[in-house]
């Protein structure tokens, strides 16, 4: 596609609740990237996929959080028994490929209310 | 781990006038790369300008400029004749190859441009 979509836009989740939330990167860039936005602050790194493999999982917070790329395009963050603090805005990223920002471009994110 | 800070939370600005957002960062690398990033109300994280921390001359693009003092670890960024589009959240980026699979994002200036 022309731009990095995630959908969906908006999710509300009760506390306890499995939520996925998918990213489709620009066509051809080999590389993801997932970030978490909390209010008032600016995205922290969770994930970076080089291909289908996560070459840098440092950032996920806990082991609630777990994401996938199968087929080195579209990918899902999963996050199990969510929790308040858990809301944020989940921001998808993709560049030509790892290593470097060429064409980086992020995605308008998902933002994840947990109540 | 690399820091970046944004020591103004808020600015505003009056129409067709000049602003500079501050920023500053630590780290012990000498190869790295820093970024201005605009977000507007769609969440979406646009690049504004980008540095090359071996290149001595500052970055232009348009009305964007930067003011890079590397022995300071300093980055501001300066928007000359502003426009009512200018207003938006302003993050400051770092990133560092050849690890540098992920940004390092400051907390953001919110910019209002006065009428």
């Known amino acids: 596609g022309a731009g990095v979509s995630q959908t969906p836009s908006n999710k509300v989740t009760e506390k306890g609740k499995y939520v996925e939330l998918r990213c489709d990167p620009i066509?051809?860039?080999?590389?993801l990237y997932w970030y978490r936005q909390s209010l008032g602050q600016g995205p922290e790194f969770l994930i970076y996929f080089q291909g289908t493999g996560a070459a840098d999982d440092s950032g996920l917070p806990n082991d609630r959080f777990f994401a996938v790329r199968p087929e080195g395009s579209v990918s899902t963050l999963k996050i199990q028994r969510t929790e308040r603090g858990d809301s944020a805005v989940y921001l998808c990223?993709?560049?030509?490929?790892?290593?470097?920002?060429?064409?980086?471009?992020f995605g308008s994110g998902t933002r994840l209310t947990v109540v | 781990a690399q820091t970046v800070t944004q020591s103004q939370p808020e600015m505003s600005v009056q129409e067709a006038e000049t602003v500079t957002l501050s920023c500053t960062y630590d780290?012990?690398?000498?190869?790295?790369?820093l970024f201005w990033y605009k977000q507007p109300p769609s969440r979406q994280m646009i690049l504004v300008i980008r540095?090359?921390?071996?290149?001595?001359q500052n970055a232009t693009e348009n009305r964007f400029s930067v003011n890079f003092q590397k022995a300071a670890k300093s980055f501001s960024l300066k928007i000359s004749d502003s426009q009512l589009g200018d207003a938006a959240m302003y993050f400051c980026?770092?990133?560092?190859?050849?690890?540098?699979?992920?940004?390092?994002f400051g907390t953001g200036t919110s910019l209002t441009v006065i009428p």
């Open positions: 980026a770092y990133r560092s190859p050849p690890a540098g699979n992920q940004f390092y």
């Open positions: 780290t012990s690398e000498s190869d790295y790369y």
């Open positions: 990223a993709s560049s030509e490929m790892g290593g470097t920002d060429y064409g980086y471009t």
């Open positions: 066509s051809g860039h080999t590389a």
């Open positions: 540095q090359e921390a071996y290149k001595q």
